[in-house]
């Protein structure tokens, strides 16, 4: 186990809400879908409480309005709680406006219910990229501290490849805000995903343990793990869905947890809060990634 304390983060949000099933659950359905996101939240909470372990939850405020007791669970078991946005939708198919209702709307449920400053922001399916900028100027206007909202790889629905792949401070008009992106290793020239979600259960564990560890130590950096309470739900109901979405969502369900009882062995894990702020490498004009559009990788 390496010295390196890194970020544990949860997008909490339930089975049905994920980007791919956009075209196939249309959110007016949501309220009548079996909700599984308070035992799946509550299996993780146990979980990080037999680690003596703190998180950060990106709670979605669909899910926050419904189960405030769920939030309030979260912060009484010592985890922070940030914003994931309330209706999960991409932020690049969102106007600045309705954009900033989203998050306005997010924050105040998320702050109402717990009687803290919410400081964080993650973006449904990292959907911050060379399209969508502008929302960090959003973001800082609505009192936002940080965000995690970019992958610094290449993919077919997100990714800015040039962003930088440690912490660093986007200096815009509006002000500052810290950027926390997905964390990557860097081999021949490129950056390959090892944070979590589903490169942590379609790829093998090896993979998850050497990009941390190298992480760690031969940069001397914390790495940002993501997961999402429905990854450790094999019994969740299936959607009928395209078999690219069904690979990407079904795949390895069964093995998550012990997978992620393994990772709270073999690494240091704490809040953002707690890890992240730590380090930062420089001030970026974040404009100098608008030229730099992602594609599949």
Known sequence: MTSVLNAMTVDVEDYFHVSAFDGVVPRSRWPAMESRVCANTERLLDLFAEHGISATFFVLGWVAERHPALVRLIVAQGHEIASHGYAHRLVYDQTREAFRADVCRAKA?????????????????????????????????????????????????????????????????????????????????????????GYFRLLPYAWTRFGIETVNRAEGRPAIFYIHPWEIDPDQPRVACSPLSRFRHYRNLHQTEARLRRLLKDFRFASVMHTMLQHFDTTVPVDAFAGALPYCW
């Open 109 to 197: 449920l998320l702050e109402d219910t717990t009687g803290q400053r919410v400081h964080g922001y993650r973006a449904p399916s990292y959907s911050i990229t060379p399209r969508s900028l502008w929302a960090f100027d959003v973001l800082i206007e609505t009192g936002h501290r940080y965000d995690a909202s970019i992958f610094p790889i290449r993919h077919d629905r997100y990714g800015i490849p040039a962003s930088a792949r440690h912490a660093y401070t986007v200096t815009r008009a509006a002000g500052t805000l810290l950027e926390l992106p997905g964390s990557t290793c860097r081999i021949a020239g490129m950056n390959l995903p090892v944070g979590g979600g």
